[in-house]
């Protein structure tokens, strides 16, 4: 989970918004920034057309 929260700060999908120690570990937090937004936004499109494809296959097969 972290390599992949650190690859979307890479990415600046997301930020680091605050940190905390808790009982003696920090803790980050993190915000979801415009362009992370934005791919998700996309994303949902994109699986939305797959969805969409499926379904009009089943529907033409009878499936």
Do not use: F, K, P
């Not at 905390?20 to 994109?46: H, K, N, S």
Request: hydrophobic share 40%; aromatic share 6%; glycine share 6%.
């Amino acid at each position: 989970m972290y390599r992949t929260l650190d690859h979307w700060e890479e990415e600046r999908l997301v930020a680091t918004d605050h940190e905390q120690i808790v009982d003696g570990r920090v803790r980050r937090y993190y915000r979801i920034t415009d362009e992370g937004t934005d791919a998700a936004q996309a994303e949902a499109a994109r699986l939305q057309r797959a969805v969409n494809l499926v379904s009009g296959r089943v529907a033409v097969t009878g499936a």
